[in-house]
C-alpha cells in the first residue's frame, strides 16, 4: 500500500542540469530554433491512451504484450529530455524550460514503470493510477513552455 502511495520522482532535475545561455533575442530565437528541432525529431507517433486501452481490454484481463507498444514511446521520451538538457537555455526561460523537463520526465517513470507489470505488479499500478495527473502537468508545462516562448519572441 505504501509503495502505491509514492509518487515522489525518481531523478529531478534542477538549474544545475541545465546549459544557460544569452537571454538576448539572438539568445531566444536559437532556444526557439532547437526546441523546433527537437519536437520535429521526437514527435510521437503513437497514442499512450490507445496503448492503455488495448493492455486493459475489457478490464477482467489484461494483455501484456500490448506494454511492448511503450518501448518506442519510452525511447523518445529518453531522447527528447537528453536533447532538452543540452540546449542553451535563456534564463528568463530556465524555470518554465526545467518544469516542462520534469514534467516530461514524472510521464516517462511512470511509463517505464507500467512496463513493470509482470514483475512489480504494485509499482505499475501506482503509475497507471499517477499517469492522467502527469500527463495533464505535462501537457500544462507544454503550453506554458510555449505561451512564454512567444511572449519572449514577440518582444
Request: cysteine-free; proline content about 3%; aromatic content about 8%.
Given at each position: 500500500?505504501?509503495?502505491?502511495?509514492?509518487?515522489?520522482?525518481?531523478?529531478?532535475?534542477?538549474?544545475?542540469?541545465?546549459?544557460?545561455?544569452?537571454?538576448?533575442?539572438?539568445?531566444?530565437?536559437?532556444?526557439?530554433d532547437a526546441l523546433n528541432n527537437i519536437f520535429r525529431e521526437?514527435?510521437?507517433?503513437?497514442?499512450?491512451?490507445?496503448?492503455?486501452?488495448?493492455?486493459?481490454?475489457?478490464?477482467?484481463?489484461?494483455?501484456?504484450?500490448?506494454?511492448?507498444?511503450?518501448?518506442?514511446?519510452?525511447?523518445?521520451?529518453?531522447?527528447?529530455?537528453?536533447?532538452?538538457?543540452?540546449?542553451?537555455?535563456?534564463?528568463?526561460?530556465?524555470?518554465?524550460?526545467?518544469?516542462?523537463?520534469?514534467?516530461?520526465?514524472?510521464?516517462?517513470?511512470?511509463?517505464?514503470?507500467?512496463?513493470?507489470?509482470?514483475?512489480?505488479?504494485?509499482?505499475?499500478?501506482?503509475?497507471?493510477?499517477?499517469?492522467?495527473?502527469?500527463?495533464?502537468?505535462?501537457?500544462?508545462?507544454?503550453?506554458?513552455?510555449?505561451?512564454?516562448?512567444?511572449?519572449?519572441?514577440?518582444?
Amino acid at each position: 500500500t505504501e509503495r502505491i502511495q509514492q509518487s515522489t520522482p525518481e531523478k529531478v532535475y534542477t538549474f544545475a542540469d541545465l546549459k544557460m545561455s544569452a537571454d538576448s533575442g539572438v539568445g531566444i530565437k536559437n532556444y526557439s530554433d532547437a526546441l523546433n528541432n527537437i519536437f520535429r525529431e521526437y514527435s510521437l507517433q503513437y497514442s499512450i491512451v490507445e496503448i492503455f486501452e488495448r493492455f486493459l481490454g475489457d478490464g477482467n484481463t489484461v494483455d501484456v504484450a500490448v506494454l511492448a507498444d511503450l518501448d518506442p514511446i519510452i525511447k523518445q521520451f529518453d531522447g527528447k529530455i537528453a536533447a532538452l538538457l543540452k540546449i542553451g537555455v535563456p534564463k528568463s526561460l530556465a524555470t518554465t524550460h526545467l518544469n516542462f523537463i520534469n514534467a516530461m520526465q514524472r510521464v516517462l517513470e511512470n511509463l517505464k514503470a507500467i512496463k513493470l507489470y509482470e514483475t512489480d505488479t504494485i509499482a505499475a499500478l501506482s503509475a497507471i493510477t499517477q499517469y492522467p495527473e502527469n500527463s495533464a502537468g505535462l501537457e500544462a508545462a507544454s503550453i506554458n513552455l510555449a505561451t512564454m516562448l512567444s511572449e519572449k519572441l514577440e518582444n
